[in-house]
């Protein structure tokens, strides 16, 4: 419950196309500068099984290092939403929008047949939820 609430406050629910839009790439990313707090969430996800990627960034003089975390892999997205779902609140969309995409490319990864309609449509429900600035009606 506790990673849950820390990714609804901290974390960020992506598929993102690539520079050439030819492939989309899913990603869970936590950005912190606090380096026990990320360490712990490191631990947990190695207790979960989940392969994530962390990277320290200097933000120069003014500003603290700032910490990110990644998970990339489909299988190790698909675990740890699994895991987080039924306790988040304020990324509960995103989180089932990118189960529901995972899952698909999971089961049609053999596939040669490219990206399904509702798969690009999910790519596009991601850009506009993640879309920075006011949303109107929120």
């Known amino acids: 419950a506790w990673l849950a609430g820390f990714i609804d406050g901290e974390g960020h629910l992506s598929v993102h196309t690539s520079t050439e839009r030819k492939w989309f790439q899913a990603s869970i990313g936590i950005r912190n500068t606090h380096k026990s707090t990320m360490g712990h969430i490191g631990v947990l996800l190695q207790d979960m099984h989940i392969a994530y990627a962390i990277r320290e960034e200097d933000r120069g003089p003014r500003n603290k290092t700032s910490y990110w975390l990644n998970i990339t892999d489909m299988r190790n997205i698909q675990r740890f939403l699994e895991a987080i779902m039924p306790y988040l609140v304020t990324k509960r969309i995103q989180a089932e929008l990118m189960y529901e995409y995972c899952l698909s490319r999971i ?7 490219g990206y399904s309609e509702r798969e690009r449509e999910i790519q596009l429900l991601f850009t506009v939820i ?4 006011r949303i109107e009606g929120s």
């Open 130 to 133: 993640n879309r920075r600035g």
């Open 107 to 113: 089961q049609n990864a053999r596939s040669r047949a």
